[in-house]
């Protein structure tokens, strides 16, 4: 077969697939993929299936060191291509460089690439898909249908079908927190007039934490999909990462690296320990309010791991603006930005406005 790609100039690199992917079906010879619906391997043209390997079920999944991490760089696979020549039928294909795993156009089959160079890190762990295609399309229809400022033609142009199976890069991140802060506990007060007022004293102490994984998406090409809306998934059900779980599945490898996936989580972790300490200082002073609020932060034992979780991801075109669906794999949970509607906004409020108002005078007439 021959390959074909836009930019003549452009040289794709050409990988091999993994062994495991290339095993047939030992009574029609056709692909074996994973089945979200069993969680097993299963031949979809004769039936055929199996158990995913014991071993990788019972392994234990590793919290990794951050600070012993070789490769923590970010990178930009987006602008690379890799041809891959199908162990099944000859095929040969381009493809993106972000991608680990992909379906043969020509026969089906599916080809998973090597997850890591030597300059990259490998995924530690897979969350198994556990919803299904129909599955996730139902969940969708029934999650846009509820949303009432959605205009009609946006509904009807999202297809419930169109949903591809993706397994995205997540880094998660454990961390002890020490925290010293200052800031000032208001005490409510009222007066013999019944006038209410705050009486603020400032307060400085500190603040430990625990923080397990805090999870960040390290595709750049999906952290604003909407699968941050659908989390969580469920990490206790992580098995170790094989080739065999991805198989019928599209894959990606990480952009966000290790140390710029950590400067995420730390914001994430910056946001929480606000919110904590201000109850801290609600409840250890005694306090009805806490504001201004300032603290420095030192963290310790700081361990990740490199998953890939499940994902049905869609996508919908309305007025020259693509809206990206997310379904959690896991969960059947979706999440994703929607158009809206400005007429059935404007209806609603002038409803809402016009029930008011007339609930006013009825209670003026009666009175």
Same mark, same amino acid.
């Given at each position: 077969?021959?390959?074909?790609?836009?930019?003549?100039?452009?040289?794709?690199?050409?990988?091999?697939?993994?062994?495991?992917?290339?095993?047939? *079906?030992? $009574? /029609? #010879? =056709?692909?074996?993929?994973? @089945?979200?619906?069993?969680?097993?391997?299963? !031949?979809?043209? +004769? &039936?055929?299936?199996?158990?995913?390997?014991?071993?990788?079920?019972?392994?234990?999944?590793?919290?990794?060191?951050?600070?012993?991490?070789?490769?923590?760089?970010?990178?930009?696979?987006?602008?690379?291509?890799?041809?891959?020549? *199908?162990? $099944? /039928? #000859? =095929?040969?294909?381009?493809? @993106?460089?972000?991608?680990?795993?992909?379906? !043969?156009?020509? +026969? &089906?089959?599916?080809?998973?690439?090597?997850?890591?160079?030597?300059?990259?890190?490998?995924?530690?762990?897979?969350?198994?898909?556990?919803?299904?295609?129909?599955?996730?399309?139902?969940?969708?229809?029934?999650?846009?249908?509820?949303?009432?400022?959605?205009?009609?033609?946006?509904?009807?142009?999202?297809?419930?079908?169109?949903?591809?199976?993706?397994?995205?890069?997540?880094?998660?991140?454990?961390?002890?927190?020490?925290?010293?802060?200052?800031?000032?506990?208001?005490?409510?007060?009222?007066?013999?007039?019944?006038?209410?007022?705050?009486?603020?004293?400032?307060?400085?102490?500190?603040?430990?934490?625990?923080?397990?994984?805090?999870?960040?998406?390290?595709?750049?090409?999906?952290?604003?999909?909407?699968?941050?809306?659908?989390?969580?998934?469920?990490?206790?059900?992580?098995?170790?990462?094989?080739?065999?779980?991805?198989?019928?599945?599209?894959?990606?490898?990480?952009?966000?690296?290790?140390?710029?996936?950590?400067?995420?989580?730390?914001?994430?972790?910056?946001?929480?320990?606000?919110?904590?300490?201000?109850?801290?200082?609600?409840?250890?002073?005694?306090?009805?309010?806490?504001?201004?609020?300032?603290?420095?932060?030192?963290?310790?034992?700081?361990?990740?791991?490199?998953?890939?979780?499940?994902?049905?991801?869609?996508?919908?075109?309305?007025?020259?603006?693509?809206?990206?669906?997310?379904?959690?794999?896991?969960?059947?949970?979706?999440?994703?930005?929607?158009?809206?509607?400005?007429?059935?906004?404007?209806?609603?409020?002038?409803?809402?406005?016009?029930?008011?108002?007339?609930?006013?005078?009825?209670?003026?007439?009666?009175?």
């Amino acid at each position: 077969m021959t390959a074909y790609y836009d930019n003549p100039n452009e040289q794709p690199f050409l990988e091999r697939t993994e062994r495991e992917t290339d095993k047939k *079906c030992p $009574q /029609c #010879g =056709a692909t074996v993929t994973f @089945d979200p619906a069993s969680g097993m391997m299963h !031949c979809e043209y +004769c &039936g055929y299936t199996r158990e995913v390997p014991k071993g990788h079920r019972n392994a234990v999944i590793e919290e990794l060191d951050f600070g012993s991490a070789l490769h923590t760089e970010s990178f930009n696979w987006g602008e690379q291509k890799k041809q891959v020549q *199908c162990k $099944q /039928c #000859g =095929a040969v294909t381009i493809y @993106d460089a972000l991608e680990t795993a992909a379906v !043969c156009p020509f +026969c &089906g089959s599916t080809s998973v690439m090597p997850a890591a160079t030597n300059d990259t890190i490998a995924p530690g762990a897979v969350c198994l898909f556990e919803i299904t295609k129909e599955q996730a399309s139902a969940n969708f229809t029934r999650w846009l249908k509820k949303k009432i400022f959605a205009p009609r033609k946006a509904k009807l142009s999202a297809m419930p079908d169109a949903f591809n199976g993706v397994y995205l890069p997540y880094w998660t991140f454990d961390a002890l927190t020490y925290s010293q802060f200052n800031g000032r506990a208001g005490y409510k007060h009222t007066d013999d007039d019944g006038k209410s007022s705050i009486n603020w004293k400032r307060v400085n102490g500190e603040y430990e934490e625990f923080f397990d994984d805090v999870t960040v998406v390290a595709s750049r090409r999906n952290e604003e999909s909407g699968v941050k809306d659908c989390e969580p998934f469920n990490f206790s059900k992580l098995v170790p990462y094989t080739p065999q779980a991805l198989a019928g599945f599209v894959a990606e490898r990480y952009s966000i690296g290790l140390t710029e996936g950590w400067g995420m989580a730390q914001k994430t972790i910056q946001a929480k320990l606000k919110n904590s300490i201000t109850k801290y200082i609600k409840k250890h002073w005694n306090a009805d309010a806490a504001d201004r609020i300032k603290f420095t932060t030192v963290y310790n034992n700081i361990t990740y791991k490199y998953l890939l979780v499940p994902t049905w991801i869609s996508s919908f075109k309305y007025k020259n603006k693509t809206y990206q669906f997310v379904v959690n794999g896991q969960t059947g949970k979706v999440g994703g930005k929607y158009p809206l509607s400005v007429f059935r906004i404007i209806v609603f409020w002038t409803l809402i406005i016009g029930i008011f108002a007339l609930l006013l005078y009825i209670n003026y007439l009666y009175e």
